[in-house]
């Protein structure tokens, strides 16, 4: 009888290739090893098999892949694997001060959160990718106390990338805002996912925010909450669930 053997993943070619990467989640994998949540360039979604033993090489490499680390590695890509070894890595943009306050860290913290479950299982888009790593650099070079609104805007603009931003043209004063499909509407609609003018009216004016004016805008620390709680609301309806960010509590607190 002819017996044909299977192929070990073994006889599989290794290649070298080079990513730019955003990085989202790191998980121990052993005592040696972190596994790498990623978002990138080339490729989309990534998990990469890193080194997290002891030494300087090690804490470096911790350092690198915090929460929205900006990075160009070398992976080993085995096809049909999933999780790709890492052969070295750079920073792309070093981000000390991004690290060095804690606000900020928490910002980086909870955005990197929300954009592993926004990019899920993504496949690569460069303009996602150009944007977030543009908002990481802008981020990082801003003045301490302009950081205030910085999620509420990339909230916002993520939305406007992703193509689910709220059709701000159908805006009118006293007009309610249906959440579910996005537009202001002169009666509220027959299901309970819209906003009463006034919050309605604040919802049309993050249309106006960006990166340069953001500081601008004027909210309580209960007001940027609540923006903050329905904006993931219109996410969570649209694209993906966000009702279970674990580092949300710490963004409200900072």
């Given at each position: ?27 121990r994998y052993s005592d040696s090893k972190s596994i790498l949540s990623a978002y ?93 790593s543009a908002a990481v650099v802008r981020l990082d070079a801003l003045e301490p ?110």
């Amino acid at each position: 009888m002819l017996c044909l053997k299977r192929k070990s993943s073994s006889n599989f070619a290794t290649m070298k290739q080079k990513m730019h990467i955003i990085c989202l989640r790191s998980v121990r994998y052993s005592d040696s090893k972190s596994i790498l949540s990623a978002y990138s360039l080339e490729a989309g979604r990534v998990s990469l098999l890193v080194g997290s033993g002891k030494g300087r090489e090690a804490m470096r490499r911790r350092a690198l892949t915090q929460p929205l680390g900006v990075l160009e590695c070398v992976a080993d890509v085995v096809p049909g694997r999933d999780i790709h070894r890492v052969a070295e890595m750079r920073p792309l943009h070093p981000l000390s001060a991004l690290r060095a306050n804690p606000v900020k860290c928490g910002v980086a913290m909870f955005l990197a959160e929300v954009l592993g479950v926004i990019l899920g299982e993504s496949q690569a888009d460069e303009p996602m990718w150009r944007f977030v790593s543009a908002a990481v650099v802008r981020l990082d070079a801003l003045e301490p106390d302009k950081v205030a609104n910085f999620h509420v805007c990339f909230l916002y603009r993520l939305g406007m990338v992703a193509g689910i931003a709220p059709d701000s043209a159908t805006f009118a004063p006293g007009k309610v805002f249906d959440l579910s499909d996005g537009r202001f509407r002169t009666a509220a609609p027959l299901h309970r996912d819209f906003l009463y003018s006034d919050e309605a009216e604040v919802a049309a004016t993050l249309s106006r925010m960006t990166f340069d004016n953001m500081h601008l805008f004027r909210f309580t620390r209960a007001q940027r909450n609540r923006v903050t709680d329905l904006i993931l609301r219109y996410f969570t309806i649209h694209y993906a669930r966000l009702d279970s960010i674990k580092s949300l509590e710490v963004l409200r607190s900072l």
